[in-house]
């Protein structure tokens, strides 16, 4: 970006330049993406969003994002939102084009989201995002190398792995067994991601996430992957296939039927609030690493089974719910997910929650009854 600098005569001169700093976030209408944007408006002189609504091609009209883009582009002068498709690698360059190296910092979190969407359409599935993320990797790599790059990642990288541990069936939920290392604190990164069913949507996260180490650990670029648990929040677009603590609540508000998938309801997911995933973000910027991969859920600090969730959302609303159950679970679908932040912790001693799964659920609850 160019300042404008006034020679004596008049004339328009660019040799004096005013570094400004931009935030490129991909998904900006999501539940993370928006976030971000919220986040990071007030530390950067302008926050640029890539968002083309696909959610709503993935999740149905009911899923659209752009009432959050509204939102965030009235709330905010200094963030604006490109309507760009990121498989398409010729929209994305003009784009870094004009901002070139003042992005300091990209986010991307735009996805096809789903497992069960994915098995309808592998091709799409993997076009958003292995080859959209690659795009973004090497365009970060020609136009602004020192920028920082954090990936949205997912747990689902790990496959069906977890399911093989030693659980344990109790009354609401599954549970590890107390012997078990990962009995504390949850699932730790050094899990492996290979040879386990992952589902398609789970590969073409894979190929991304593996991508997003290599930047960093080939090149040298500033790379991080965050392979989230169920991330949530009051701005979730909640959908059936997508955002299950958000479209439980709209159910509860509702009063829509709601379906569980096998595992009796006692499946456990640890649930961050974006806020925490973002500020996550926040502080690898400031001090960030080449590559590096952190597990990034609400850990033992805030998890819930299915029927555990059901039964806050009906004191939440006051309403009870009705659901039905179906026997077969979701592909690849994990029983029991905490995952572990010691690590992240380590590498970042000042970050910690500020949201447990009460207050999640009490904020969820309030935005989305006003909607
Ligand atoms: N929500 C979760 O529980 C969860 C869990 C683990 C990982 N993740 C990952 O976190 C990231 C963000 O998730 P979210 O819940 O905010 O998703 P979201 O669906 O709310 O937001 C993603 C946004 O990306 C946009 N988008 C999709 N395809 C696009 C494309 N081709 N070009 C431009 N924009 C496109 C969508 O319109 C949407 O607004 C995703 O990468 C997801 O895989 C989410």
């Known amino acids: 970006m160019f300042g404008r600098h006034f020679l004596r005569n008049g004339d328009l001169t660019d040799t004096f330049k005013i570094k400004m700093k931009i935030a490129l976030i991909t998904g900006s209408s999501g539940l993370v993406g928006g976030e971000s944007v919220e986040f990071f408006q007030s530390k950067f002189d302008r926050v640029i969003g890539i968002d083309n609504n696909m959610r709503s091609y993935f999740f149905g009209k009911d899923s659209s994002t752009v009432w959050n883009k509204t939102r965030l582009e009235e709330k ?65 790599r020609i136009h602004c190398e020192k920028a920082v790059f954090i990936f949205t990642s997912t747990n689902k990288v790990y496959g069906d792995t977890p399911n093989f541990l030693p659980l344990i069936e109790g009354e609401s939920r599954y549970e590890i067994d107390e012997s078990h290392p990962y009995f504390k604190n949850g699932i730790d990164e050094v899990m492996s991601i290979d040879q386990s069913k992952h589902s398609v949507f789970g590969a073409s996260k894979v190929a991304a996430d593996v991508m997003v180490q290599e930047y960093g650990k080939y090149f040298g670029m500033n790379t991080g992957v965050f392979r989230g648990g169920c991330l949530t929040g009051p701005n979730h677009s909640g959908a059936q296939l997508h955002g299950f603590l958000a479209y439980l609540m709209k159910c509860a508000i509702q009063k829509t039927p709601y379906t569980i998938f096998g595992y009796k309801g006692k499946q456990v997911r640890d649930n961050i609030h974006s806020f925490d995933l973002v500020n ?10 080449q590559g590096e991969v952190y597990n990034a859920g609400g ?73």
Request: charged residues 25%; hydrophobic residues 35%.
């Open 76 to 140: 905010y002068p200094n963030f604006e939102s490109r309507d760009a498709d990121i498989r398409e690698y010729n929209e994305l360059e003009r784009i870094f084009q004009e901002f070139g190296s003042d992005i300091a910092l990209i986010v991307h979190t735009a996805a096809q989201p789903s497992h069960d969407w994915a098995a309808k359409e592998p091709l799409t599935d993997f076009s958003v995002n292995a080859t959209g993320t690659l795009n973004l990797l090497e365009l970060t």
């Open 280 to 289: 996550m973000f926040w502080h690898f910027y400031q001090a960030p690493r």
């Open 299 to 371: 850990g033992r600090y805030s998890n819930c089974s299915m029927l555990e969730a059901i039964a806050h959302c009906e004191r939440i609303s006051g309403n009870a719910m009705s659901y039905a159950y179906a026997e077969d679970n979701r592909i690849g679908d994990h029983m029991w997910y905490i995952s572990d932040l010691t690590k992240f912790k380590q590498h970042y001693p000042q970050w910690d929650w500020t949201y447990d799964l009460e207050s999640t659920m009490v904020e969820m609850y309030k935005a989305m009854a006003n909607r």
